[in-house]
């Protein structure tokens, strides 16, 4: 090998330790952050399985209770948790508190879990229903704000009618049929609050 290879070999080590000493913070930092963020994913993917596995046993336990009749119980065990598992219970133990004839108790039930945000539509809807026939129809309003669903339409023209704003609610139930399927069971009731509301069903469309 020629002395100026060596030569060059000893300048790029020195140039290299030389850029070592002064990143030799930031590569450490970098480091840092790496393992940091190893085991924050770690520990985050652990407190998703602890939290998924809590709120399985509160399902299990609620939906226990539930069959032995204990619906008082089924609902407070659901208190505070959260995600899919919770969210189906409390529309179950809500359901079976309104059979109940405890429609305060279902409100509070599904007001008391953190709603999967896929099923919060769902939660809204079934909570407007209930404000409705509690007579806290500003309270569904609320929640039923920007949903144009046919379902949300029609619980939105209930509300309005019971605040006494008939026009509006007549204009909410006119929505909610166009938003209906002409084959749902549900297209019927709405028409029958449509005319109640004094609008007027339009005529089936003949096809040519």
């Known amino acids: ?40 994913w770690r520990w985050w993917v652990a407190h998703q399985a602890q939290q998924q596995h809590q709120a399985h046993s509160a399902y299990a336990e609620a939906i226990k209770q539930l ?20 969210t189906l219970a409390a529309l179950r133990v809500a359901k079976s508190q309104v059979e109940a004839g405890k429609p305060e108790e279902a409100i509070a039930t599904l007001r008391g879990v953190e709603v999967e945000p896929s099923l919060q539509p769902l939660v809204n809807e079934r909570l407007a229903q209930l404000l409705n026939a509690t007579g806290k129809p500003e309270e569904a309003l609320k929640l039923l704000d920007g949903d144009t669903g046919g379902a949300g339409l029609e619980l939105r023209g209930d509300a309005l009618l019971a605040s006494g704003k008939r026009d509006e609610a007549r204009d909410a139930y006119a929505k909610a049929l166009a938003a209906t399927d002409v084959a749902s069971p549900a297209r019927r009731r709405v028409e029958l609050k449509l005319q109640e509301a004094g609008g007027q069903v339009p005529e089936p469309v003949e096809a040519i």
């Not at 060059?8 to 850029?19: F, K, M, N």
């Open 1 to 40: 090998m020629a002395i100026d290879d060596l030569l060059d070999e000893h300048e790029q080590g020195e140039r290299v330790r030389s850029w070592l000493r002064n990143n030799a913070l930031g590569i450490l930092g970098g480091l840092a952050l790496g393992i940091a963020a190893i085991y924050g």
């Open 67 to 86: 069959d032995a009749g204990a619906v008082d119980k089924a609902g407070a065990l659901l208190a505070g948790q959260k995600g899919t598992y919770a």
